[in-house]
């Protein structure tokens, strides 16, 4: 049965390369492609796949816009299936330096808005008796470095949410996981310069970043009816780093 | 089906429980240890199985609390609804 794909942070690399994926690999599904402002390397993967692809705007931190875009969604006729919480961001300060702010606009951006986009999509999901959901978390909540307590606290809290949420959505055929990427190619600060991209890779026991396509290759198995037994699971794609 | 025993059909393939039609009475509690012991998330799936399936959608939790106590708590709330 055909279903649609809802991937938040659409424009970004990794959200490009899981839309990308899905809409190679799995031939009948739609893709929806979560935007805000920026939205134009996901204009240019919807036009490539003009009738299975298209942009939606999502703000993800308002409940009210999840609901919009669900019904949007809805209207379209095929049965939300997969969400992909991937849309986030960091704001990096030492937690002596923080202001409230900047701790209040990370948390929300990924942990709150996790927290909408799961609530929102769980009722159609249970009446459907299917659905799978993957959260994009990151080795940040793992390796929780300095400079990042905000992004770091977000982030494990996102993988707590999804083996709590497992469990309560186990029964009803929903399965939830996370996903911790590492250094990605294309995520990467535009201001780190090639030095240090050097040093960094000479850190990782790979010598190299992942492409955004290995994880999305993760993210897809992970909706796949093949992974119908793994829920509550935490992935890390990091090449071995930790 | 009568709707009594179409509920227990029902609770039996959607919660996947391992009992038959004839293990749950009409007046045995769902919930709790004196009865078949559905926990909360059940309850979530409740709701859900009967709007799905009779269009009955509970006003609040309060009333979800009433409704859920028995199959037959649960017919009788489907049966006014219906008269």
């Known amino acids: 049965m055909s279903r649609s794909i809802l991937i938040t ?9 899981i839309a990308e994926y ?7 599904c739609r893709v929806f492609l979560g935007v805000r402002e920026r939205r134009d390397r996901a204009e240019e993967l919807a036009a490539r796949f003009a009738d299975r692809a298209e942009l939606i705007t999502l703000e993800i931190t308002s409940p009210e816009a999840w609901k919009t875009a669900l019904a949007e969604i ?43 986009g ?9 009446r459907e008796r299917q659905g799978r959901i993957i959260n994009i978390s990151s080795l940040s909540a793992i390796s ?5 307590t905000n992004y770091a606290a977000a982030k494990a809290g996102v993988i707590g949410l999804t083996q709590s949420l497992s469990k309560e959505a186990a029964r009803m055929g929903i399965t939830v996981n996370a996903v911790c990427p590492g250094y990605i190619e294309g995520g990467l600060p535009a201001d780190w310069t090639p030095e240090h991209l050097k040093a960094l890779k000479m850190q990782l026991p790979m010598r190299r970043f992942a492409k955004p396509a290995e994880v999305a290759a993760a993210v897809f198995f992970l909706a796949s009816a093949e992974a119908s037994y793994i829920t509550g699971s935490t992935l890390k794609i990091d090449g071995g780093l930790l | 089906m009568p709707t009594r025993q179409r509920l227990k059909v029902l609770l039996i393939s959607e919660l996947m429980l391992d009992m038959k039609e004839d293990e749950i009475g009409d007046d045995t509690p769902l919930f709790g240890p004196a009865g ?20 009955f959608k509970m006003a609040d939790q309060e009333q979800a609390k009433r409704v859920l106590h ?11 609804q219906a008269a």
């Open chain 1, 144 to 148: 929780s470095p300095a400079g990042q």
């Open chain 1, 22 to 28: 899905f809409l190679t690999k799995e031939a009948d």
């Open chain 1, 74 to 116: 809805a209207g379209k006729g095929t049965p939300l299936g997969v969400l992909i919480n991937n849309a986030g961001f960091h704001e990096d300060a030492l937690l002596a330096n923080m202001s409230a702010d900047q701790w209040s606009r990370v948390l929300d951006a990924n942990l709150n808005a996790v927290f909408h």
């Open chain 2, 70 to 80: 028995s199959v037959n708590t649960i017919a009788e709330a489907l049966e006014k």
């Open chain 1, 118 to 126: 799961c609530q929102a999509v769980l009722q159609g999901m249970m």
């Open chain 2, 36 to 55: 078949i012991g559905l926990d909360s998330v059940d309850a979530l799936q409740v709701v859900v199985m009967i709007e799905k399936n009779f269009g």
């Open chain 1, 9 to 17: 942070g659409a424009n970004g690399a990794l959200g490009l390369a």
